[in-house]
């Protein structure tokens, strides 16, 4: 996990000591942007010679003069940052991702120069308040802030830059706002770069035992319960999804769960993450290009796992119950084949017509386990699931399947608070003909048309009633719409979202 400090200063920003000193802007209608009067005439000179209004990521990068009568001349760098125009019809909301994305430009700076000290000038934005400008900025600039290099190991003439060790925000005011406000975005940011971590890491670097490695230094951390159901407890009750997905693999099977209890009257939430640690296919061999990005097909694990990081720094007035069904997908001589016949977890029997569908199986026995151990007032599961979601949504949005529109609402809500879009997709009665069988009560493929919606109806036959909600992130654990703050290779999707849904959780909210 990352280190990187974060210090609250009511200095003023000027008088720091720091590699950067950063003052974000606010773009105004023919007008030179208000501003700190430290940065006054600069500001006044590049505006009046057309070179900088403070439109969005506008940068001036100045170096204040270093005599030694200038005792203010602390920083070693000075960027002035434009943030766009604050429109006032538009949805403060939709600031908040410009909050962020400045911040990824301010840490893509902080690399250039290689910085190990930033201080940021924390801009008073009287629509957002500077709680929650620290938080967005903060978390930008902490997602940004991420390199994976556990695996270069050869030594380069000039040392790779590891990122930002100290953050500073200086503000004269709302100090405890600011503080509250950077500490959750830290908390989320962290969250995120753990699971991009995992992802990263390749399927012989990732497997089951990792997970519950993971889960268990987890809960021995934050006081959680901690469960794994190894192979022989998933085969005594009887998970044959997840145990057919694992046969044609050398590496055993595990279910991860971590439980947090808040209190016995508090709703209780169930997340559920799809942990395939890598996916070949099977005996449904899938092509080999881009076969390697097929380690990334644990990210919903990954995102349960990591929102539960931030649930033990917080501690929300909500159970949570996280699970990850865990295994690969291989090929191995004892492999399940095409045609077989299974039997989940709550009883239903399914015919296996492709083995590369083997998220769906997993996830059956985790959800009927879940909804059946926890009595959830809610459950979201969270997958890798279909390439067909790509084709339907391609990279910027993740798939909404859900039997319950009020949950969906909330969980739409945080996507965006979040910076995290989905686009619900329709999950009526029709799709469900797509997936009988003619010999098991249900096949694991529909065909092509809607294979997103019938993998969702598929695992609409585990939780019953229950207020559920499935996201399909196969578009979105990695490739994800390009911005400053997301990284090439896997985002961190559905922490975050995760993290504002839990933070805003209402007791009863779904009545
Ligand atoms: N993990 C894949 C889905 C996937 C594909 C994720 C591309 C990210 C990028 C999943 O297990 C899978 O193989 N799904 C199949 C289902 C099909 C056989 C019905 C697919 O989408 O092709
Ligand atoms: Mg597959
Ligand atoms: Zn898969």
Redesign the pocket.
């Known amino acids: 996990m990352k280190t990187t400090r974060l210090i609250v200063s009511e200095k003023p920003a000027h008088t720091i000591k720091t590699d950067l000193l950063v003052y974000c802007l606010i773009e105004e209608k023919h007008k030179v942007p208000s501003c700190d009067p430290y940065i006054k005439t600069t500001v006044q000179r590049a505006y009046d010679l057309g070179d900088f209004c403070a439109q969005f990521s506008e940068q001036l990068l100045t170096y204040p003069q270093l005599t030694s009568d200038n005792d203010n001349a602390h920083a070693k760098r000075i960027l002035i940052i434009g943030m766009g125009e604050l429109k006032a019809d538009a949805d403060p909301v939709d600031f908040f991702d410009i909050l962020r994305k400045t911040g990824g430009n301010i840490a893509k700076v902080c690399e250039k120069i290689k910085a190990d000290s930033l201080t940021v000038c924390v801009p008073d934005i009287p629509d957002i308040g500077f709680e929650k400008t620290a938080q967005f900025l903060t978390e930008g600039i902490y997602l940004g802030d991420y390199r994976f290099a556990k695996y270069k190991k050869i030594k380069t003439e000039k040392p790779e830059y590891t990122g930002l060790k100290t953050l500073n925000f200086a503000s004269g005011v709302s100090v405890s706002a600011i503080r509250k406000g950077a500490r959750k975005g830290l908390n989320a940011a962290n969250a995120a770069c753990e699971a991009r971590d995992m992802a990263n890491e390749p399927g012989n670097g990732w497997t089951s035992a990792e997970f519950a490695d993971f889960a268990k230094s987890l809960s021995k951390k934050y006081g959680f319960k901690y469960t794994c159901l190894e192979k022989k407890d998933l085969v005594r009750l009887g998970m044959g999804g997840i145990l057919a997905v694992n046969q044609g693999s050398a590496i055993p099977p595990r279910m991860v769960i971590v439980e947090y209890r808040s209190s016995a009257d508090a709703d209780t939430l169930l997340l559920v993450g799809k942990g395939?640690t890598f996916?070949s296919?099977g005996i449904?061999i899938?092509p080999g290009l881009g076969m390697e990005?097929?380690k990334?097909?644990m990210c919903g694990g990954a995102a349960v796992l990591c929102a539960m990081q931030t649930v033990g720094e917080e501690t929300p007035d909500l159970n949570i119950v996280a699970i990850v069904p865990a295994t690969d997908?291989m090929s191995g001589s004892h492999a399940v084949r095409p045609g077989d016949i299974i039997k989940h977890f709550n009883g239903l029997t399914s015919e296996i017509v492709?083995t590369?569908?083997?998220?769906r199986m997993i996830l059956g026995d985790a959800l009927s386990y879940g909804v059946q151990t926890y009595t959830p007032d809610a459950v979201i599961d969270i997958a890798?699931?279909?390439?067909?979601v790509?084709i339907g949504l391609g990279h910027h949005h993740s798939g909404l399947m859900t039997n319950n529109e009020t949950l969906a609402g909330k969980v739409i809500k945080a996507g965006k608070h979040a910076g995290e879009p989905v686009w619900q997709l329709p999950l009526t009665d029709e799709y469900k003909e797509q997936i009988k069988s003619d010999v098991a009560d249900v096949k694991n493929?529909g065909g092509k048309p809607g294979?997103s919606i019938t993998?969702a109806a598929y695992l609409s036959n585990f939780v019953g009633q229950t207020p559920w909600v499935h996201l399909d992130i196969?578009?979105t654990?990695w490739d994800f719409t390009e911005k400053s703050y997301i990284p090439k290779g896997p985002s961190g999707i559905g922490v975050r979202t995760f993290i504002d849904l839990i933070r805003n959780w209402k007791k009863g909210m779904l009545k």
């Open positions: 395939i996916d296919g449904s899938k990005e097929m990334y097909d997908n492709n590369d569908a083997e998220g890798t699931l279909t390439g067909a790509i493929i294979g993998a196969a578009g654990a």
